[in-house]
């Protein structure tokens, strides 16, 4: 058992950490404030080859994998949680394509987020259908014209990076919206600019500014039979599970910036006679907090690699949702504990607490909430899928 991170993935770590610190720190809170797509720190991004870590060498990546790319967002989400976002949408709608999409849709669609031509955005969530997936109603009917395409209608919302997307994975029913079963289910691929395609209206959000979050339409949108991927319920979980440590990267990220920023803070603040730092009140906070970040990073290593491995099929998803449930209350927690040991002076804008604490609270609802992690977590150990004897 080897807890050492490869020369690469070290080489990896100290290039976006130094790129975090240089770029990112000094332009998260404009990010915050103005709401305005971090065009340039995608443009940095793009120049130093990190939009393609997920994606095989093959297509344009660079083959780091979900271990590269969630090293890349916890030393970016030290900083903003919102590029940690930018980089887990390189993978997030390209999951699909590389689990179950045909060689030629690789080869199309692929090389363009690698190299930063292109985005994408996943559609999966509808307005009466977010957890409950079996639900959504947004329809593939058969295209009388075109023998195996398909024709689109429906409304996908909350869509992260929906108004910069240029193309969209969109999940659909194929046979009775009102159906719950699995296999009506399929995957398609749908260009932004194909008509039928709108994109009404941006949400306006508590957190996670910047990157807007859509609803997207689908009127009468024709797909033609080399955008469909097909697939089923399971391909969507399949491609959720081999985010989870992902989007718990965001977490371990924001809850290590958190506790840093508040550290050094207590180090230098004076009270009562002395520094806050030196109550052991505080000193015991900051243990407990440190020892969870430890914990989630252990278990976010972990299911990075297991995804890396393929291993993001049913029988190890305690795991993987292991990691997404604790590293996103972890940064709940931590963002909490920092505000507060900054009293007043981490409530106001002049410091970054408020900011943590308010992307945090996303963490614990996108791609999966807490609730339904725990879910998961409970039956694969009911199921024993996960088992110690």
């Known amino acids: 058992m080897d807890f050492e991170l490869t020369e690469e993935l070290r080489g990896l770590q100290a290039t976006v950490r130094r790129l975090a610190q240089d770029k990112i720190k000094p332009r998260a809170r404009e990010i915050d404030t103005t709401s305005d797509y971090p065009q340039d720190i995608f443009d940095e991004f793009k120049k130093a080859d990190l939009l393609g870590l997920c994606i095989p060498e093959e297509y344009g990546g660079s083959g780091a994998g979900i271990m590269g790319l969630t090293l890349a967002i916890e030393e970016v989400t ?29 080869q199309r669609y692929l090389p363009g987020i690698a190299n930063g031509s292109r985005r994408a955005a996943f559609c999966l969530s509808e307005p009466g259908a977010g957890s409950d997936v079996a639900g959504m109603q947004t329809r593939a009917t058969e295209d009388p014209d075109v023998k195996s395409g398909y024709i689109l209608n429906g409304t996908k919302c909350w869509i992260s990076g929906g108004m910069q997307a240029d193309w969209f994975i969109v999940f659909a029913k ?20 194909t008509p039928g395609v709108t994109r009404p209206r941006v949400d306006k959000k508590m957190g996670v500014k ?66 806050i ?110 088992w110690w004897d």
């Open 210 to 275: 910047g990157i807007d979050t859509a609803e997207i339409n689908f009127a009468d949108v024709k797909v033609a039979p080399n955008n469909v991927i097909g697939g089923s319920f399971g391909l969507i979980m399949q491609s959720l599970n081999a985010m989870r440590p992902v989007v718990a990267a965001r977490g371990i990220g924001l809850a290590e910036g958190a506790l840093m920023y508040a550290t050094e803070y207590v180090k230098n603040r004076p009270a009562f006679g002395k520094t």
């Open 174 to 193: 194929t046979g009775d919206p009102s159906s719950r079963l699995h296999s009506d289910i399929s995957a398609f691929i749908v260009d932004a600019d």
């Open 277 to 386: 730092a030196e109550f052991q009140g505080i000193q015991w906070e900051i243990a407990k907090c440190a020892t969870e970040i430890e914990a989630a990073r252990l278990l976010t290593y972990r299911a990075a690699w297991l995804a890396d491995q393929g291993k993001f099929t049913k029988e190890y998803v305690p795991m993987l949702s292991m990691s997404k449930y604790y590293a996103s209350e972890v940064a709940v927690k931590a963002s909490g504990l920092a505000l507060q040991m900054l009293g007043a002076a981490g409530y106001m804008e002049d410091h970054p607490m408020e900011m943590y604490y308010r992307d945090a609270r996303q963490l614990t609802i996108v791609e999966g909430t807490s609730q339904v992690q725990l879910g998961l977590i409970g039956k694969g150990v009911l199921g024993h899928d996960l």
């Open 78 to 106: 030290k900083y903003s949680n919102v590029l940690g976002l930018m980089l887990l949408l390189t993978r997030l709608p390209t999951g699909p394509i590389m689990i179950a999409g045909t060689e030629e849709q690789k």
